[in-house]
């Protein structure tokens, strides 16, 4: 547990010290973001904002957990997966900000462009889980010890899930600090269950003991992060960030077996993704009418007139509530 | 542990309840905040929004350690201390906010009616905690097991600690969210250390366990305060919250033996106090002059062009940070 502290507070370091580098140096780049023209008029204002900030947060987690994890023989395979499943939807996310910069549009890459490449990881992801003894193709229901075995399935839900889950991150980082605050408690969430989970096993299972650093490791870069990330935002975490958080938060919830404990831990980016989907089918049935004033249902707030600071921490509590909630189910 | 979460989630379930009660009827009551003609010029847009909504934690966090609470022969006793010591503070609180409304000036009661009472209920719960067997006249050094003897100067020098403590609560309450969210996190350090020592007791020590549920109440109900404290605040918490918060605050550190441990869980207190009196020292030593731009420190800030909200989320993140260092000692 001391070891979990050292990790936070290590991770948070890193992004506070790596924050005054990599930001100006975004800046100079003129790695602006270029504002959506379908978003909120507000929003306009926020043009020229340095983008592609998560890769502070991404750079400290990955070297803090290469530093705090345990790597005595295999037992960091799990901790190698959870980094490369964050910097491989990372990197998709980079190209994506990079098309939007050198292009200068606000749309970068097209979905199709985005989905192969993540329904690829995904794919690979999937098949390493299903093939590892330890996760299998089971889930364990959540404040339960029952287990659904999906079996062969596991591999084309988990493709599912995981591509939801990172697409829906991207989908949540629309406000100033808003994706940056819900899944750094989600990863601390993470860190006590995995902690908590490592402890219960016969003996400390290593495996989740460095799972449980990785996600410390998130939620202290993210935090560092947030210094920089709240309104008004000095850099956004851009498409690299959000893919990041998404394929980290994800590789977390796989390896924990607790896929099913993520519509509570990601509350706030699950309501994004089926807010946006059912804006899409009612637009389609209704002949174009909307049920949102704009999706993802974060927009539907602030043009409903809640300031976005107001949205923003209102999902922070929401967020934190629900951690405690799931937290109920792992701790003694 | 699982106690302590269901504690947090029911202080926040009854904040969260009781707002919406008690803030209208608040505003019913003509209870806006009468603005400080001294403050940062911006602040007089914050005129009419109504304050006393500390009423809401108060309310939540009391009811919420009742029900909680163990209370099987003198188990409750601490409790009882920790619960009379908030709204003891709170009461004082509640007759300057009262001041201000009836008379509609800023300035409430004068100095010295707010200290003479103080002092006093400073007195007696320095008293008490004198002779209790438990605390007596030692403090523990943080992340260490020694302790210091004050002999019988442990009570001037508690005295001086309560009254320093509540009224930097007080001080600190100057931007929306500011001292609710800077003390959430605060109890919620103070809620896994207490009840990190009431299980390293020989046995589980009820007291401490109860001071954790204590702190937990507060943590929750204070999360689900920061609902309507929240930038731009529909609510203050006004003195009888701040007084409050620093009441319940110093009590969990008296129980607890950890008062050392305030100058760093309670740091932004601390240096909301500590910028007042350099403020004024220095002023009436350079013969007018200002060290700051406006004390306390927060409105330095503010004056100095950084936004509300940024002041408030660097507020939270460094006292989240200072309360992981502060649990680097009290938990395996």
């Known amino acids: 547990m001391q ?11 890193l992004s506070m010290v790596a924050g005054p580098f990599i930001i100006p140096w975004l800046k100079r780049l003129k790695v602006g973001q270029t504002i959506n023209q379908f978003g909120p008029r507000s929003h306009q204002g926020k043009q020229g904002t340095a983008t592609m900030g998560g890769l502070v947060f991404i750079f400290a ?8 994890g345990v790597w005595k023989g295999t037992e960091g395979y799990f901790l190698i997966i959870e980094i490369l499943s964050m910097l491989a939807f990372a ?23 985005k989905m192969v ?15 590892n003894p330890y996760i299998g193709s089971k889930l364990v229901v959540p404040f339960t010890s029952y287990t659904i075995d999906l079996g062969f399935f596991y591999i084309p839900v988990m493709i599912f899930v995981i591509v939801g889950v990172v697409n829906s991150a991207n989908l949540l980082d629309g406000l100033d600090g808003l994706c940056a605050g819900n899944s750094m408690l989600g990863f601390g969430a ?45 850099t956004f975490m851009g498409d690299v960030g959000s893919f990041a958080i998404g394929g980290a938060l994800v590789a977390v919830a796989i390896v924990t077996r607790l896929t099913l404990l993520l519509p509570i831990i990601a ?5 994004s993704s089926l807010s946006d989907i059912i804006q899409v089918i009612y637009c389609r049935f209704s002949g174009g009418k909307r049920i ?28 934190a509530l629900l951690c405690f909630v799931a937290l109920l189910g792992y701790v003694k």
């Not at 987690?61 to 705090?68: H, N, R």
């Not at 996310?93 to 749309?107: A, L």
């Not at 004033?293 to 929401?318: C, N, Q, W």
Request: some cysteine.
């Open 117 to 131: 490449p993540q329904a690829l990881i995904a794919l690979v992801l999937s098949v390493l889980a299903y093939l």
């Open 91 to 113: 990197f998709i996310g980079f190209v994506d900000d990079y098309v939007k910069v050198v292009k200068r549009r606000s749309v970068g890459l097209t979905p199709v462009q």
């Open 190 to 234: 993470f860190a006590l269950i995995a902690m908590s989970l490592a402890a219960h096993e016969s003996g400390m299972n290593p495996d989740l003991y460095n799972t449980a650093l990785f996600s410390g490791a998130m939620c202290g870069a993210i935090l560092g992060f947030l210094r920089f990330n709240t309104h008004p935002a000095v």
């Open 3 to 13: 070891k979990l502290i050292i990790t936070i507070l290590v991770a948070f370091a």
């Open 292 to 319: 949102f004033r704009m999706a993802p249902i974060h927009h539907h707030f602030e043009l409903s007139g809640i300031p976005e600071t107001k949205i923003v921490t209102m999902y922070d509590v929401l967020t």
């Open 267 to 271: 509350f706030t980016m699950m309501i």
């Open 61 to 68: 987690a990955a070297v803090t957990s290469l530093i705090m």
